[in-house]
């Protein structure tokens, strides 16, 4: 395990199309679907990284509490599941039937959406305004494996309040997200 931060990019780029399935049900879901209106959470994700699976039951409860104030969650995997069979699709849809997610878990198998959104780590969370514009790429709160802060996605929480009170999202204060390195394919 890779502890890895988001990638650092400049603020305000448009996120990247794509073209998924999603595992829980089969069908392939575009993101010019999923990101009508807005705000967007995108979150690079996985089964079995240590740092998604301690927030993972309080981002499922986020995500169906602030997609009923508008907001689009989507969540997406992108590991090789070649050497990391705990993130196959039919694990994935195993995952997301228990923990009811209410939202898409989508299976990036060529693994070009995470490399068009520059997703270094899981989880790794990018927002988007209405415009899709990328306004957060950081944290989902201060909590890690073993350390003793809550769990509450105050970061995020707090992002997405600016944005449904029609507010800016400042540059400033945003705190990379921490976690396992993406399992890239062998070249």
């Given at each position: 395990m890779a502890r890895t931060p988001t990638t650092s990019i400049p603020l305000g780029f448009e996120a990247p199309a794509f073209a998924l399935p999603d595992a829980v049900t089969g069908t392939v879901k575009h993101s010019v679907d999923l990101m009508v209106g807005g705000p967007i959470v995108v979150v690079f994700m996985c089964n079995h990284c240590p740092f998604v699976v301690h927030i993972l039951p309080e981002f499922?409860?986020?995500?169906?509490?602030?997609?009923?104030?508008?907001?689009?969650?989507?969540?997406?995997?992108?590991?090789?599941?070649?050497?990391?069979?705990?993130?196959?699709?039919?694990?994935?849809?195993?995952l997301a039937e228990e923990l009811n997610f209410g939202f898409p878990y989508l299976y990036d198998e060529s693994q070009e959406v995470a490399r068009a959104y520059e997703a270094a780590c899981t989880p790794d969370f990018s927002v988007f305004d209405a415009d899709r514009k990328c306004v957060y790429r950081g944290q989902f709160d201060g909590a890690r494996p073993g350390n003793d802060a809550p769990v509450t996605g105050a970061d995020i929480r707090r992002v997405l309040d600016q944005l449904l009170a029609g507010e800016a999202v400042p540059e400033e204060g945003q705190i990379p997200s921490l976690g396992c390195n993406i399992k890239w394919k062998p070249e």
């Open positions: 499922v409860a986020f995500a169906g509490e602030y997609m009923t104030r508008g907001v689009k969650v989507v969540a997406i995997s992108s590991n090789d599941v070649d050497g990391y069979p705990m993130d196959s699709p039919d694990l994935m849809k195993a």
